[in-house]
């Protein structure tokens, strides 16, 4: 195993922790050499004739969401849970594979120091965000239609929260001078852009007071973008949400969420909900304001929540309530709240856990449903020296 010094939330000393093996490392750096060759894939590549935005706009249509047998070529209806495979997702996935390759090429480098895989992960970013003729507009004004309904939805912003791994990415690059200033300049206020819609205009509004995982993924995604712009008012609002909003009123007492197990896909529901808990604690914790310490007047808290879900990733065959009626079989993986709880609470079992379970999920529900896939650049600030 390789010892690796890492930081974490909530520890004022430095500790040393069995992090990864030697074959994971090779795996890592493998897959980031094969990234090298590819180059980046943005909103630009693909266009649908039923968005009604531009070339630079990023474009999606609602999962659940299936023409109306009673009423061909009318509005659409719902069916909860159930994707159809026939709707708009490839601005989705493409957005999906840019957090993919910048992560695992910044992983790469964080591992190995070679600066090759940092210039193409700045390849990708300066696509995305910079570049006139291939860049993202900063905002999500069309994300989440539904024919015939909506051109645009503030559920819709949930798309973006695949942006976290990439403004992580970011950071770590700028703060290591791998970008120069002026491009991270550019990139930074493309991020402050968007999170300049998203607290402000009315479907960001809307999404961040949604009351169950659509309000906690609206925080990690600001919490992500406001780490790498420096907006600290944001960051102190977001950790209050959480403190205030998010816990208080998402959480039961035994540490499930309610709304999730509502769902009829509860198991992965709750796994997403715990993961972005999780993630919005990973990003905002200090030791002075430790959010995986605090606790509500009735008692909730992360601990508690973590001490609700791992039974069933541990074994899902004693999940008591109504299994999934999608990719059950495929849950979990190494879900981000095994990692982050077991480092924060010193609870080896956890994180042991993590690393037992699949690193790499195929199913495409299954990757978009977990934004954070690459454990290094989480842990690590600077490469291995």
Not at 164 to 169: I, K
């Amino acid at each position: 195993m390789i010892i690796l010094l890492l930081w974490f939330a909530g520890c004022s000393e430095r500790v040393s922790i069995p992090f990864i093996s030697d074959a994971e490392k090779q795996e890592i750096i493998g897959l980031a050499q094969q990234y090298l060759a590819e180059d980046p894939v943005t909103v630009t590549a693909s266009v649908s004739e039923r968005s009604a935005g531009g070339l630079h706009d990023f474009y999606s249509e609602g999962d659940y969401w299936w023409p109306d047998p009673e009423n061909p070529g009318g509005p659409y209806i719902q069916k909860d849970g159930q994707s159809n495979p026939d709707n708009f997702s490839d601005h989705r996935h493409a957005m999906v594979r840019l957090s993919e390759h910048v992560a695992a090429l910044t992983s790469a480098w964080l591992l190995t120091g070679n600066e090759q895989f940092a210039r193409k992960a700045t390849q990708h970013l300066l696509a995305w965000f910079v570049d006139s003729g291939t860049r993202m507009n900063p905002h999500m004004l069309y994300a989440q239609a539904i024919w015939g309904r909506h051109t645009g939805r503030g559920i819709g912003l949930i798309d973006a929260y695949h942006l976290v791994e990439v403004a992580r990415s970011a950071k770590i690059l700028i703060d290591n001078g791998m970008i120069p200033e002026g491009q991270a300049n550019q990139v930074k206020a493309w991020f402050s852009e968007f999170q300049e819609w998203m607290t402000t205009h009315q479907y960001g509004i809307d999404e961040m007071n949604a009351k169950n995982n659509h309000g906690t993924t609206w925080v990690a995604t600001a919490a992500a973008m406001a780490s790498l712009t420096g907006n600290k008012e944001l960051l102190a609002f977001c950790a209050e949400r959480f403190k205030t909003v998010l816990l208080p009123s998402q959480m039961a007492e035994d540490g499930s969420f309610p709304l999730e197990l509502r769902r009829t896909k509860p198991y992965g529901y709750a796994l997403f909900n715990m993961d972005a808990m999780a993630i919005v604690a990973q990003i905002l914790s200090t030791p002075e304001d430790n959010l995986w310490a605090f606790e509500t007047t009735d008692g909730k808290s992360l601990r508690k929540g973590m001490e609700f879900i791992y039974p069933y990733i541990a074994d899902k065959d004693s999940w008591p309530y109504t299994k999934d009626i999608y990719i059950w079989e495929e849950w979990p993986v190494r879900q981000p709240c095994l990692l982050f709880a077991g480092l924060a609470y010193d609870m080896e079992e956890y994180i042991v856990a993590y690393f037992r379970l699949p690193a790499r999920p195929t199913h495409p529900e299954v990757i978009r449903n977990l934004p954070v896939r690459h454990p290094v650049i989480w842990l690590l600030e600077k490469p291995v020296k």
